[in-house]
């Protein structure tokens, strides 16, 4: 058996729809992979870096105009020359354009230093969650991705033809299942795997008594001794179980002569 399987096949495998397909790859359980075995982050990581590109241009502006703001106009194209003067510019023609649209915008639209103050904050803000998810997402994590409406069936598509470890696949299910379990389902495997010790144990322990063993009420005391039994009989050896009446051992009746 291969150590990989498509989404298909996990669809198919598993008898499962393709949104608890979806819900099954946003619990980031398994990692979907190319054909070429390399891991493959939701789609929208492009949009999200072209977002913090943008924010992060945004705050770049605003850190630029605060030292401006703080001035009066007519002193802002003074207060860049002297910045140029001092080197405190990397760029002096860069830095000259901004600071004559700084001058520009101040001029025409004022801003208040503490609403600049504000967006920045705002932005810096914005700017580190963007970062922290791309930072999941360059782990290719897909824990927690949903797509838009529009985008849903895309996305399904994708996932299909993806390809993921089967192990990680085997096991995200497989405890998928084990919490899905009723009381009584939990109790039943749990006084098992005691009945299993106890047999190699106790070898002349009837079913009726171990039922009501200690190890096994502290799993399934809360049912019956009948229904333990019934959990834990057929884990005995044919000889240790307990032997019912054979129809060819009755007695027949002797009918008096008359």
């Given amino acids: 058996m291969s150590e990989w399987i498509s989404g298909q096949g996990i669809i198919k495998e598993r008898g499962i729809n393709t949104l608890e397909f979806l819900k099954f790859v946003a619990t980031g359980a398994s990692q979907p992979h190319d054909k070429n075995y390399n891991p493959v982050p939701p789609p929208d990581v492009q949009q999200k870096k072209i977002d913090l590109e943008e924010y992060e241009r945004r705050l770049e502006y605003i850190k630029e105009l605060l030292p401006f703001s703080q001035s009066g106009v007519p002193c802002i194209m003074t207060k860049l020359q002297n910045m140029i003067a001092e080197r405190k510019?990397?760029?002096?023609?860069?830095?000259?354009?901004?600071?004559?649209?700084?001058?520009?915008?101040?001029?025409?639209?004022?801003?208040?230093?503490?609403?600049?103050?504000?967006?920045?904050?705002?932005?810096?803000?914005?700017?580190?969650?963007?970062?922290?998810?791309?930072?999941?997402?360059?782990?290719?994590?897909?824990?927690?991705?949903?797509?838009?409406?529009e985008n849903i069936n895309l996305v399904i598509n994708y996932l299909k033809n993806s390809l993921f470890k089967r192990s990680e696949v085997d096991k995200?299910?497989?405890?998928?299942?084990?919490?899905?379990?009723?009381?009584?389902?939990?109790?039943?495997?749990?006084?098992?795997?005691?009945?299993?010790?106890?047999?190699?144990?106790?070898?002349?322990?009837?079913?009726?008594?171990?039922?009501?063993h200690p190890e096994i009420k502290e799993h399934g005391g809360n049912w019956t001794r009948r229904t333990r039994h019934e959990w834990i009989c057929d884990l005995f050896p044919i000889e240790r179980r307990q032997p019912g009446r054979k129809p060819g051992n009755r007695t027949k009746s002797k009918k008096n002569p008359t």
């Avoid at 023609?93 to 600071?99: R, W």
């Avoid at 705002?122 to 797509?147: D, F």
């Avoid at 039943?188 to 010790?197: H, L, Q, S």
Wanted: hydrophobic content about 35%; some cysteine; charged content about 35%.
């Fill in 89 to 149: 510019i990397r760029d002096p023609q860069t830095f000259a354009d901004v600071g004559s649209n700084a001058y520009k915008i101040l001029r025409e639209r004022p801003v208040s230093f503490k609403k600049l103050q504000e967006q920045k904050k705002s932005l810096e803000k914005t700017v580190a969650v963007l970062k922290r998810k791309l930072s999941e997402i360059q782990n290719s994590s897909w824990k927690g991705y949903w797509p838009d409406a």
């Fill in 172 to 212: 995200a299910f497989r405890e998928s299942a084990e919490k899905k379990l009723r009381p009584n389902q939990e109790a039943r495997i749990k006084c098992r795997e005691v009945a299993k010790k106890l047999i190699i144990k106790h070898t002349q322990m009837g079913i009726d008594e171990m039922a009501d």
